[in-house]
């Protein structure tokens, strides 16, 4: 049994909860699995990572909050952790980077985002590359796609939104009736 603030590299299994600082490799558990730095796959019910470089598959995925922010120790001072890109490939009912997920607090930092959010709902601060919900996506700015069966909400676009209703700041038809029908798109 390690400590929660100890590296994982390889595999780590959870039968319940689990919590490690650093996980690279494979990270498998029934119910939640909770990583600072995650590199690789995480695959529960429900994953959390503050920083992700991989692959998230789970009824509900999140990367960006853990509850109080992220600290590590160096020497006698203890300095925020460096907030970098997360890259990879969410795949879940809900996906959620940063502090547009309604399960964030408002103190919660804001992400980069880089890679493919697949799910019902997903929502990201900033996002490079597509976003695909059956249901919906929101994200503050998206550079790329963004494909829903009924809503995509970019409050800046640089790509293109494919939905029954698409809402954005900045697109082709600007959201003078509350939303463009089908197919929205600015560069």
Aim: aromatic share 4%; net charge negative.
């Amino acid at each position: 049994m390690l400590s929660s603030d100890s590296d994982v590299i390889g595999v780590r299994v959870n039968v319940l909860m689990g919590y490690n600082a650093r996980v690279t490799g494979l990270d498998v558990g029934t119910v939640a699995n909770q990583v600072g730095n995650m590199c690789g796959l995480q695959v529960a019910i429900g994953n959390q990572a503050m920083y992700l470089g991989g692959i998230q598959v789970g009824l509900a995925n999140q990367i960006g909050y853990l509850g109080p922010p992220a600290v590590e120790a160096h020497g006698q001072a203890v300095q925020p952790i460096a907030q970098a890109p997360d890259t990879g490939l969410q795949i879940g009912l809900l996906n959620s980077v940063g502090r547009m997920s309604p399960l964030s607090p408002d103190d919660t930092p804001k992400s980069f985002f880089s890679g493919i959010q697949i799910g019902i709902v997903n929502f990201a601060d900033d996002v490079a590359g597509v976003q695909v919900g059956a249901l919906a996506n929101e994200a503050n700015e998206v550079t790329g796609l963004q494909v829903s069966l009924l809503w995509n909400q970019a409050r800046i676009l640089r790509g293109v939104q494919i939905g029954l209703v698409n809402s954005t700041g900045n697109g082709l038809l600007r959201d003078s009736l509350g939303g463009v029908p089908i197919i929205n798109a600015a560069f």
